[in-house]
């Protein structure tokens, strides 16, 4: 069965630091892994997705996640963190072909302090 | 163009009691997947609807229960409510073999 956990509940940065949110995976074959994220009291955005293409995958507002098989990972990292990027971010893996069910990670919620 | 649209908003029912939530696909697609959202917590796949049949199912009970109409769009009900069934409940769209998955802002439902 695939999973993914999500190492930090809680990530607190400065503003203008960079940012980290790690992931790690659980996968019989090759995954396809994406990272939402969730402002309050709205819907989920896409970051930006892995699908067995680029190791490096670039997404919106700055933010990039590394796919390192060897260590079954997939962190998310932005150079410098803004305010409005206080939000929750979910780490999901899809299970099966494309278009399959998605599962979330419990979620990393990050704060950013002026 | 307009993305996911879920109604309503905001509910409030009592124990026992039935559900419907309803859900328009962004224009263009042809699937749709409900997930349940309790607080703290990340999404949970209940089930996911293509040519107007149930094409995968979650870990939840018969008392969830789904259709998809001509058009698309899908409706998620839900029977005997519980207060453990209160949580945003999340629609997404997509197109059938795609990873472009779309969601919707929610609904909450609120059992008391």
């Known amino acids: 069965a695939q999973s993914v956990t999500q190492l930090d509940s809680h990530v607190s940065v400065s503003e203008g630091t960079p940012v980290l949110l790690r992931c790690n995976y659980s996968?019989?074959?090759?995954?396809?892994l994406f990272w939402y994220v969730q402002h309050p009291n709205k819907g989920l955005q896409l970051l930006l997705k892995?699908?067995?293409?680029?190791?490096l995958v670039k997404g919106i507002n700055g933010f990039e996640a590394e796919f390192k098989k060897s260590e079954t990972s997939f962190h998310l990292t932005k150079p410098s963190a803004h305010m409005s990027d206080a939000a929750e971010y979910f780490c999901?893996?899809?299970?099966?072909?494309?278009?399959?069910?998605?599962?979330f990670g419990q979620g990393t919620e990050l704060s950013v302090k002026p | 163009d307009a993305g996911v649209t879920q109604s309503p908003t905001h509910l409030i029912k009592t124990r026992g009691q039935q559900v419907t939530l309803r859900c328009s696909p962004k224009?263009?697609?042809?699937?749709v997947s409900w997930y349940q959202q309790a607080l703290g917590q990340g999404p949970q796949f209940i089930f996911q609807?293509?040519?107007?049949?149930?094409?995968q199912r979650g870990n939840f009970p018969d008392r969830f229960s789904g259709h998809q109409f001509p058009n698309y769009s899908s409706e998620l009900n839900v029977n005997a409510l519980l207060l453990g069934d209160s949580a945003l409940y999340l629609c997404?769209?997509?197109?059938?073999?795609?990873?472009?998955?779309?969601f919707g802002s929610g609904t909450r439902l609120t059992v008391v």
């Open positions: 224009s263009g697609h042809d699937t």
């Open positions: 999901v893996v899809s299970e099966g072909n494309q278009g399959g069910k998605l599962i």
């Open positions: 609807y293509y040519e107007e049949e149930e094409r």
């Open positions: 996968s019989s074959y090759s995954p396809s």
């Open positions: 997404a769209s997509s197109l059938a073999g795609d990873y472009g998955y779309t």
């Open positions: 892995y699908t067995s293409a680029a190791t």
